[in-house]
């Protein structure tokens, strides 16, 4: 004779179905595309509505200078480097640290949400008054380093 499950059970197993579920897996962090950048006009922040506080740079007529990772110290141009944080769940929000090393041991870092699966472009514009010489980008993840990339910055 079968016994009914107890509710008990029941609510163990969707514990234990949730728990599983929710598992958060960062395979790595493949990096699309980079290089350096050249914009016509200002950049212009775009804030998204009141329930988030993303911001947006928007620049008009973009062209690739040059698919490297050495940039000039001139107006209007700047890095850039795209990439996807592969691992599971898809679409999972995932907070990472990017951290910019600047010649002279100057570092600015800060924390950013992106998503599992997702394309992100992080970018790097420098002042004319801006130090030349090896930049340094870094992302992770909780001390897990997903990105070294060096940035050789330097006056044209």
């Not at 130090?131 to 330097?154: F, M, P």
């Amino acid at each position: 004779m079968r016994k009914p499950i107890s509710v008990m059970t029941l609510f163990l197993l969707f514990l234990t179905v949730a728990a599983t579920a929710q598992a958060l897996e960062i395979k790595q962090l493949k990096v699309l595309d980079y290089g350096v950048y050249h914009y016509d006009e200002k950049i212009v922040l775009v804030t998204t509505p009141p329930d988030g506080s993303e911001k947006a740079a928007k620049l008009s007529n973009i062209s690739l200078v040059d698919k490297s990772a050495k940039l000039p110290i001139q107006k209007n141009t700047f890095f850039s480097i795209s990439y996807v944080l592969e691992g599971e769940p898809a679409g999972e929000p995932v907070d990472l640290d990017l951290t910019v090393s600047r010649p002279g041991g100057v570092t600015s870092s800060g924390l950013f949400t992106v998503r599992i699966g997702t394309v992100t472009t992080n970018t790097i514009e420098v002042a004319p008054d801006d130090v030349a010489g090896k930049y340094i980008l870094e992302i992770q993840h909780k001390n897990r380093n997903l990105l070294h990339k060096e940035i050789t910055v330097y006056h044209p």
